[in-house]
Structure formats: C-alpha cells, structure tokens
C-alpha cells in the first residue's frame, strides 16, 4: 500500500456503495455532529487548517475558496461537484463516485453547511454510465433516509442535490465551463473576473469543487485538521487517488499518500511497467500536466512541491506509464487532436492555435515535417500560456513544449527521416 | 411527448425556481433516448414549454458530441482513441472493426445494425482498451470481444 | 475616483471602469474586435491584451482598474502578443481583400497593418468553410472570414432581442449560425450587424459587390421613416469617382445608408427601414410642373397657383409632417396668414410593418410631425366646409375626402395618377437635395445635409411658397 489511507479505507463488496454499509462504517455520523454542534464558520476552519488542495487539477487551497463566499449575503449559494472527469488518463473520481458515492454526499452536504447553500448539483459526464446509475441511486437513497430534501434532523438544515448529466465535452470539466453548461448552455468557459464565488452559476456565489476534494471533508471534520495534515507533507497533506494507466502491469486506482516515493510506486505497488520493459517516461497527472522522463521520475516523490519543482504538476492524479520504445510523437499527435477536438472555440489563441498545432503533427507523423515546425510549436504553445479564457490552450501548450523539451530528437528525427524512430509504436 | 413531459415535470421540480434553462440538457436526453434522435418539431416544443430561445437549444445540440439529430445504428460502437487506450491497441481494434464492419467512423452499415465511432477518453484509462455500446462500457476489450459483439449485433 | 497610471501617466478612473475604457478616455489606443461600448464583455478575441507590472499580461476589457496599478500598454511584451494574437486570427482567415465588402473599412486589415505587418508564420493550406450562407434575406455570412468575435450573436441577444444568432459546433469548426425559425429575417434591426461585424464576414446582400467604400463619401441625413429621427450616414459616388460608364443616375444614388452615431436620438444603431432608403427616396419623380395633366413649364405652373390663390376666399392647405422646419417656416411666413392649415399624415405604417418597440422604432412613420404641429397645431386634417381652394403638400392625401368643387394645388415629389388630376401640379425637391432640420418625437432637433443636386425643373418649397405668396402676375 503506497502510505496511509484516508479513503479507499473498507474492501469493496457488491453493497459497499449502498446506503446500509456507509451507515455500517459510520458514514452520516460526522454530519449529524456537525450540524448539533459545529458552526459552518468551523466546518471552514478545519478544511482551511487541514490546508485541503483541489483534487481536480489546479490544487488551489479550498478553504481559501469557500473564504470568498460571504455568509448572510441574502443570495443563494451554489456547491457544485465537478464529476466531469475527462482529463485523459484520469479515472479516479469514477471510483469514489461507483464505490463511495455516499462518501461524496456526505462531504457534499458539510460543505454545503459550512457555505450555506441550500441547492448542489453533481455534475457528471454523460458518457459515464455505472458511475452515474450509483451516485443516482444513492442520491435517491438518501432523499428517502431524510439526508435530502428535508432538514436534517432538528438542525434545520435542508439541502436538495441535482445530478446533472453532462453531453460529451472536455471543456465542461473547467469550473466556469461546467457552469455554462449546468445553465442548459453550451459550456463557454468565463472570464475571471468576476471569480465564480462571487458571480457563479445564475451569477450567484458557487464552489465548484472535486469529487475528490469533497470526498475528504467529512475526514477532516470527523478526525479534525491536525490528523489530515498528519498523513502527507508539510505542502501537501492528505492522500491522493492516483490513476495509473498505460504501459503498467497492474493499472487501476490507488490511493497514495502524498511524498510517497515515486519509483517504488511503480514498481512495487503497481507491479512495474508492462512486460518488464525499461521506463521512458511518465505523464503525471493526466496529459495537461508536463511529461518526465524516467531519469527525472527516478528521484521524485509523489507530492505537489516536488512536482511543481520539477516543471510539472500532479494534475488530476491521470498518471499515464510509458514503456521504452513508444514513439512519443505519435503520443503527441493523439494528444493534439484531443485537444483540437475539445477547444470550445471562443477564444483566438486555442481556437486556431489547436487546430494549428494538430495540422503540423499529422503532417509530421505523416512524414511531410518541416524543419520550422519545431519553433513553431513552441511559439503556438507560448502565445497559448496566459492568454486565453480558460486553461485548455495552457494545457496542450505545456503538453507540447514539455514533450518537446525532454523528447526533442525523437521530433527531429521524424521530420528529418520522414518517419518515427519507432516505426509510430506505442503499444 | 405526454409520458416523457411528467417525466420532464418531475425533473423540473427538482431544480430551483428560475432554472428553467439548466433543463435543456436533460431534456434533450430524455428526449434522444426515447426517439433515437432529436427532431425539429421536439426543438420547438422544448424551447417553447422552457421559454428559452431556440438558437439555445440549437446551439446545445450542435455542440455537444453526444447528441444527435438523426437516427443511427441499432448499435452505436464508440472506440475510445485517446492516449491510454491507444497504448493498449485501441487503433488496431478500431481499424479491426473498420475491416469487419466495412464503414469509417461515422458511418452505418447499409443493414443499420451498427453504426461506428470514435470518442475521447471516457474515464476507464485502468482497463483500456475501452469501447462504448451505446450507454455500456466494455472494458479490456480484444479482438475476440469484438467478434463475438459484431456476431451478436442485430 | 481610483487613480492608475497608463504609459507613465497618472489618470483619474471610476472604481467601475475598465483599464480599456480608461486608456481609450485617456487618448490611449488599444486595439479591439470583440468589444463595443454597448455589449456585454466577450473577452474571447484576446487583442487587447495589456500588461500590468508585476501581474503580467491580461485582456484590458475585463479588468477592473485598480489603485496604482502601472499599465503599459504598448510594451514590446505587448506588441509581440498582439503580432500572435493577429497570426491566430488570419490563420484561416482568407486573403479575400480583393473582393470583399469590407477592405478600407476593415479593422482586421488596418490592425494587420499598424500591429503585424507580417506574413503568416503558417505554411499550411487554410482551413475551408461556407462563403455564401444566407443567414436571412437581407444579410449575407461568410464564414471563413468570421473571427468568431461574437458581436453579431451578442447583439441578437442583448440589444435586438431577436435571439436569432448563435453558433454551431465547436473549435475552428464553429460557425455563426440563424435560428432555424426565421427570427433573424424577422428582426427590424438586422443589417446593424453588417457595420457591428469587425471583418467582412456579416455583408449586406443590398449593397454586395456595388462599390467600393473609398469610392464613397458619406452625408448627414436623418432617416424619415419614423418620428425617431435616426441620424445616418447616406453614402454615395464622390465626385471624383464618378464613372462615365453608368448614367447621371447611378452616379448620384444612394448606394447604401449607415448610422450616424448619436447619443441623443439612436445611438449607434438604426432600422433596416433606414438601411432602405433608397426605397423612400429613388421611387419615380415628379420632374414636371402640370396644369390638369398638361406640362407646362415651372414658371407657369406657379403663376397658375399664384392666381388661384390670390382668387380663393377660404384657401386651406394640407401640411405634410416630411416637411423641414425651414420650409414649415417658410411656409407659415409666407402663406400662413391667408391659409387654414391641417398637418396631414403623409404615411401610416404598411402591413407587416414593425409599429413601435422599446428601441427606436415609433408608430408615427413620418419624420416631422412635431415640428409640423409645433407651427400648425395637433389638430385633425379635416378642412372647413367652406374651403374653396385646396393646397396639398406631400402624399397620403385623401383625395375623395377633398370639398368638391375647390381647385387643388398639389406639391409632391414623386410620380402618382393624382398629379395629373390636379389643377396645378408643382413637383418639389426631396430631402437629399436639402439642407434642413426635423424635431422628433421627444423634441431632439436633428440636421440633415444635401447629397445630391436637384433637378432645375423641380422646385425648393421654401423659394416656391415666398413665390407664390407675391402678388399674382398681370396678365401680360
């Protein structure tokens, strides 16, 4: 087990997602105590103390978030949980919401408290089809325990949740995207300002937040801040829900605790790369976060500061495997048209800059590279960094240059010989 | 439309007052599921009952790649083709299935058993390679799996 | 008052301002496409980026100024994002310069110009679309040229109402598109889009392919379709660009009409009734004085009238409410003494006409009528019994309503059977070639220039009522 875990804390069996077993393992307890006998200003207190990060792929301090939400406005508030999941190589929310759904709706409806918002929503994609049958069901489960829809007990705290199914599109999962979307739009990201907790879904102040993020609330409530920043490092308490894919003999979810060395994970906890074969490189935390070549893995541990010291980023936890011998512009190409497929199209730089970037790796793929193409991948991907609405054109900018930065030759090669190093593998 | 319109009656009581035009998705989902398909006369109806413009349910359509505004395939085989599906065969079980099918993605056979698709990442990454059939996934899927689907299509 | 500096230099903002509303107040140029002062905030066009020390750089348009905050907005920072964002923005966009609309009029041509200035840093082939949609009768998109600016969408939605935009797809596949249920044919202030559009993508299938804008010049003139009074731009050959091929007509028509911004009356907008002025004003003309349908020449047609005038005991005039105030005036100095005057409605609203909206457009579909009523009263155009001579100024007259029996002066400007049924018949000059003011219905006094030199054969009301005021000639 990769360190000690906050989540993934009961064997799963076919009724572990119910209602039944949640209570039978203490779920609800922690918020009928926190409705007697916290206050939603401590609820907030203790997540800001624990210093809980975003789960979702930008680690943003969640206390800091809720802290913009003003109690007593008189406007209604808005939590959202952000179960859009289309970050490639990220499947980790779709375990706590098939296996653990009732984890969620509990940290949902203390967060709820504590940012007095009467209505939350789930936002989910549509393509997701099991994860969404259990969290629906145990939406329905918990309306008919008098957890929804009523108040709660003699607290007089009432909450209706939505579960509301998304229609195939990346972009929803970006905060203000995802808003758009929840308003029956298509989802256009927004400008900031105005952040989406002062004007967010219908312009009220919303959270958007996490399964994961959320999921880890009740913990921090029910166990207090000190024991959450207990497991973890300093700069990064807690545990993460890692997805690992690609080129691995045992891929699936784990949870980690952060600062867990990186290697080991691989290779021990993971049962090491497919095949036995050497490793090239890996993707952390899904393919908007910088890729890093096996050298670069081999001293890091499995934290936020390590990562970010490193060029990258932790991401959504999408840690995608790369054996020795796949071709990594083939790799890019896949990617490159992910992006070109999801950019929402409002704003110039990712718009035409995706589309760009997509047409120079086919043709380089397809042998017709041109020695230029090189620079000018760099210069899309540096006039895509800052200056657009939301942060896919970031992403598949910093996809880019990282993957030109450590893989150069590879580029090189392929535009000077016609064709991949690899003859285009990358099984 | 009646029976789906006190589902949709029901839907909406769900929702807070004033969000009206948050029910534009689900409807059209609700709407897709039980026709195949999103027609012209349902865009009219919808954006009427929710008083919300038509150009918005329009645009709602257009933009999200899950809905449709003509009938397909009985089934509808989506192949997964982003990153870790692909480094576990997703391209040799897509072309597989362009052989055996006889149609590019996008397209249906002439028999309208099937019709054929490729998305991106659907959230499985741990057991690619991943194909949808219709609202199911199929996960670690092999060129035997598709096989024995394609000979079970009706 | 929150004070910033721009450039170096101190300014004084309102805490609600943008940087980009204060730069431009402050003489400080930023480029734009997606913004207008009358829309919401799209941010999505990304050229006016600029650069906040110790924030980096970050569309102006959304950013609230703040306390000494040092804005730079021409720092090489700057200037080489705004070279990207215009790489970005004419990657696909087709060199149509040649045979587009918009060229001379262009803000993506003049920024390619004073910001880029280079070739494309893409070899590969442009992305193709549709060229020729039409997104209603009147108004013509093309989609290669669109830069997905969104003014056209915005504006449905926000100002017109119509909800008739919107856009279809996603990426560098989206396209602007109509609703399905003709409400962009339907909204009265569609071809706003055509001068709202930044590019030539949004064109105006009445004026495709006519001129080219720098063969143009544009004259004030108030539209006359309505008591709003918009004021417009009515665009026509400049001298020195007449072409000998195409007759005196087409040299001097109106080849397309604008708005002409203006706080107090419009705004930046107008109908597309004052886009179709043309309609109004280049129907067929009365060029010929006419005595009971006989030519006679100008001179005699007005000692006619004069006679009959100086001959009537009880004359009464219909006035029209298309007339100026300087020729109401003339007329009241003049004749006013001796005629009984009724403003007349020299146009209702035709069927299918748009009648009055929260925007511009009024029921009253004529320009004058104030300054009509002002001198003659609000009273209705009904003429005492004992009229025994009638002067009738304009159309919309009803003539089977006229006492029987009383001659009729008629004064109009466009060809009818009426003319020739009149005892004397004066053709009159129209609006474009005049110098004048109309009141509007909330009393705003607008000016209108000549365009275009009238006919020796036709007369100016105002020389003609102080010629028929003089005593009639002697018989010679």
Redesign the interface.
């Known amino acids: 087990m990769p360190g000690r875990q906050l989540l993934m804390t009961f064997p799963l069996t076919v009724g572990s997602h119910t209602l039944a077993e949640y209570r039978a393992r203490g779920g609800y307890t922690t918020l009928e105590h926190a409705l007697q006998q916290r206050t939603p200003q401590e609820i907030t207190q203790a997540v800001t103390a624990a210093g809980l990060q975003g789960r979702g792929g930008a680690m943003f301090p969640t206390g800091r978030k809720w802290a913009v939400v003003v109690p007593g406005d008189g406007q209604?508030h808005y939590l959202v949980a952000n179960a859009d999941?289309?970050?490639?190589?990220?499947?980790k929310?779709?375990w706590i919401l098939e296996h653990a759904p009732h984890l969620l709706l509990e940290g949902m409806l203390l967060s709820a408290y504590a940012l007095e918002a009467?209505?939350c929503f789930i936002y989910i994609?549509?393509?997701?089809?099991?994860?969404y049958r259990r969290v629906a069901a145990a939406v329905e489960e918990a309306y008919a325990a008098g957890w929804l829809g009523k108040p709660i007990g003699d607290s007089g705290f009432a909450c209706?949740i939505?579960v509301?199914?998304?229609?195939?599109?990346?972009v929803a999962g970006e905060a203000s995207g995802l808003l758009s979307?929840?308003?029956?739009?298509?989802?256009y990201p927004r400008n900031r300002p105005p952040r989406l907790t002062v004007r967010g879904l219908?312009q009220r102040p919303t959270v958007v937040n996490n399964v994961e993020s959320l999921s880890n609330v009740a913990g921090i409530v029910a166990h207090g801040a000190a024991a959450f920043r207990a497991v973890g490092t300093d700069k990064s308490p807690g545990t993460r829900l890692i997805?690992?894919?690609?080129?691995i003999e045992r891929?699936?979810?784990y949870e980690v605790e952060l600062g867990y060395p990186w290697r080991r994970f691989i290779d021990e906890d993971c049962g090491g790369v497919l095949g036995d074969r050497p490793l090239k490189a890996v993707?952390p935390g899904g393919?908007s976060s910088q890729v890093l070549t096996a050298r670069e893995v081999e001293t890091l541990h499995l934290s936020h500061e390590e990562l970010w010291s490193a060029g990258s980023t932790l991401g959504t936890g999408?840690m995608?495997v790369?054996a020795e011998g796949?071709c990594m512009v083939h790799?890019l190409q896949?990617?490159l048209r992910?992006y070109h497929?999801?950019s929402?199209g409002q704003c110039t730089p990712c718009r035409e800059g995706t589309g760009w970037m997509h047409r120079i790796i086919n043709r380089i793929v397809a042998g017709e590279g041109r020695p230029e193409d090189i620079e000018r991948l760099y210069y899309i991907a540096k006039y895509n960094d800052g200056t657009t609405i939301c942060g896919l054109g970031d992403a598949a900018g910093y996809a880019v240059s990282a993957m030109l930065d450590k893989f150069r030759d590879e580029f090189e090669f392929s535009i000077a010989h016609k064709r991949s190093r690899y003859e285009g593998h990358?099984? | 439309m009646n029976p789906l319109k006190l589902e949709l009656e029901a839907l909406r009581a769900?929702?807070?007052p004033?969000?009206?035009?948050?029910?534009?998705?689900?409807c059209?989902?609700r709407i897709q599921q039980q026709r195949g398909y999103v027609a012209?006369a349902d865009?009219?109806e919808l954006a009427a009952s929710?008083g919300?413009?038509?150009?918005?349910v329009?645009?709602?359509l257009?933009?999200?790649?899950?809905?449709r505004r003509a009938p397909i395939g009985r089934a509808h085989l989506q192949v997964c083709?982003?990153?870790?599906c692909?480094?576990?065969?997703a391209?040799?079980l897509l072309e597989h299935l362009q052989r055996k099918l006889g149609i590019a993605p996008g397209e249906t056979t002439p028999d309208g058993r099937c019709t054929l698709g490729t998305?991106?990442?659907?959230?499985?990454?741990?057991?690619?390679p991943v194909i949808?059939l219709n609202?199911?996934?199929l996960e670690q899927v092999t060129i035997a799996v598709l096989d024995q689907l394609i000979a079970e299509l009706k | 008052m929150t004070e910033l500096v721009i450039n170096g230099k101190p300014v004084q903002a309102r805490a609600d301002q943008t940087v980009l509303e204060v730069a431009l107040a402050s003489g400080f140029y930023v480029p734009t496409f997606c913004w207008h002062p009358q829309l919401s905030t799209a941010g999505n066009c990304r050229m006016c980026l600029v650069e906040v020390e110790g924030r980096g750089l970050d569309i102006a348009c959304n950013m609230p100024v703040s306390a000494g905050m040092h804005v730079l907005t021409d720092s090489e920072d700057v200037k080489a994002h705004r070279k990207a964002m215009l790489q970005f923005i004419t990657l696909n966009h087709p060199v149509d310069c040649g045979i587009c609309d918009k060229a001379g009029e262009c803000r993506l041509q003049d920024y390619h110009y004073t910001y880029n200035g280079e070739r494309s840093k893409s070899g590969d082939p442009k992305l193709r679309s549709h060229k020729l949609v039409n997104l209603s009768d009147r108004i013509l998109l093309d989609n290669e040229r669109c830069i997905l600016c969104l003014r056209c969408t915005r504006f449905t939605?926000e100002i017109s109402k119509s909800?008739?935009?919107?856009?279809?797809?996603?990426g560098d596949a989206s396209a602007i598109?109509?609703?399905?249920?003709r409400?962009l044919a339907l909204d009265p202030y569609s071809d706003n889009l055509i001068d709202l559009c930044p590019v030539g993508a949004l064109q105006s299938r009445e004026f495709l392919y006519k001129a080219r804008v720098w063969y143009l010049q544009p004259t004030a003139s108030i539209c006359p379709g309505c008591a709003r009074g918009c004021t417009v731009q009515i665009w026509h050959r400049k001298a020195d660009w007449q072409l000998k091929a195409l007759d005196a007509r087409q040299n001097s028509c109106i080849v397309r009409v604008t708005p002409l911004e203006n706080p107090a009356v419009n705004g930046p907008w107008i109908c597309n009734k004052g886009r179709d002025l043309a309609r109004i004003f280049e129907r067929r003309r009365a060029e010929q004085a006419m005595l009971k349908g006989t030519p006679v020449a100008l001179d005699a047609a007005v000692d006619a009238a004069r006679a009959l005038i100086q001959g009537a005991r009880h004359p009464a005039a219909l006035i029209s409410n298309w007339a100026s105030n300087e020729e109401l005036a003339a007329f009241k100095r003049h004749l006013g003494g001796r005629f009984t005057a009724r403003v007349k409605r020299d146009c209702e609203p035709q069927p299918g006409e748009p009648l009055q909206d929260d925007l511009l457009i009024r029921a009253d579909k004529n320009p004058n009528t104030a300054g009509a009523q002002a001198l003659f009263g609000d009273g209705p155009p009904t003429l005492p019994a004992a009229t025994d001579l009638v002067l009738i100024w304009g159309e919309g007259c009803d003539f089977a309503a006229l006492p029987h029996g009383a001659p009729v002066i008629y004064l109009n400007s466009y060809l009818q059977p009426e003319n020739g049924h009149a005892d004397v018949f004066l053709p009159l000059s129209v609006q474009t070639e005049r110098r004048g003011h109309y009141t509007n219905f909330a009393g705003t006094v607008s000016e209108f220039q000549p365009c275009f030199r009238k006919s020796d054969s036709v007369a100016d009301a105002e020389a003609l009522f102080e010629a028929l005021a003089l005593p009639a000639a002697v018989s010679a």
């Open positions: 209604p999941e289309g970050e490639p190589g990220t499947f929310d779709r009467r209505h994609r549509g393509e997701f089809d099991l994860p209706d939505v509301y199914r998304g229609a195939g599109a990346y979307s929840l308003e029956g739009k298509k989802s219908y997805s690992v894919s690609g080129h891929p699936g979810v993707i393919i999408g995608i790369i796949t790799l896949i990617m992910f497929h999801e929402c990358i099984e | 769900r929702f807070p004033g969000f009206e035009s948050s029910l534009v998705l689900p059209l989902r012209d865009i009219d929710l919300v413009p038509r150009i918005q329009e645009e709602v257009s933009f999200y790649t899950q809905f083709r982003n990153v870790s692909s480094m576990r065969g391209e040799r998305v991106e990442c659907l959230g499985s990454c741990g057991t690619a949808m609202e199911r996934h | 939605h909800m008739a935009l919107g856009v279809e797809r996603r598109c109509a609703a399905a249920d409400s």
